[in-house]
C-alpha cells in the first residue's frame, strides 16, 4: 500500500460555545492551523503517482478562499467548530473529489492533532 501526505496551514478564529464556563476555549480565540491530508493506493499511476500533489491545488484554494482567516463557526455554522470536526469537513470536501483520500488531520496548536478516518468498510 502506499500512502502520500500534504500539509496545508491557514489562520482562523473560532469559539467553542457549548464548554463549561470558566473554559478558555468559550472565548474567542484563534489558531494558527496546519491541515494533512493522507492518500493511499493499492497502485501507482502512469505517471508514477498516488496522486500528482500538484492536483491537490484545489484543496489549498479551498482553504485559503474558504476557512483562511474567517470565523470558523460562521463559516461551518456551528457553534461546536473542534479539531475533530474540522478534520471531518475537510475529509468530506477532500473524498468527494479525491477517492484515494484515507485521512484528514488538523492541528490547532505545535503539540496537538485531530484525526478523521473512516473505519474501513466490512468486506
Known amino acids: 500500500m502506499y500512502r502520500i501526505t500534504k500539509q496545508f496551514a ?8 457549548r464548554v463549561p464556563e470558566g473554559h478558555p476555549c468559550s472565548r474567542l480565540h484563534g489558531h494558527n492551523y496546519i491541515v494533512e491530508v ?16 500538484l492536483e491537490l491545488a484545489e484543496l489549498k484554494s479551498y482553504i485559503d478562499d ?21 478534520a471531518k469537513h475537510l475529509y468530506d470536501w477532500a473524498v468527494a473529489r479525491w477517492p484515494e483520500v484515507s485521512a484528514m488531520r488538523v ?10 478516518r473512516p473505519t474501513p468498510a466490512a468486506g
Open 66 to 86: 474558504e476557512l483562511d482567516h474567517r470565523h470558523l463557526n460562521d463559516v461551518l455554522g456551528d457553534d461546536m467548530v473542534t479539531a475533530e470536526k474540522m
Open 38 to 53: 493522507e492518500l493511499i493506493g493499492e497502485e501507482l499511476n502512469s505517471a508514477g503517482f498516488v496522486r500528482d500533489y
Open 10 to 17: 491557514f489562520s482562523a478564529s473560532h469559539q467553542l460555545l
Open 107 to 116: 492541528s490547532e496548536t505545535p503539540k496537538t492533532w485531530a484525526e478523521y
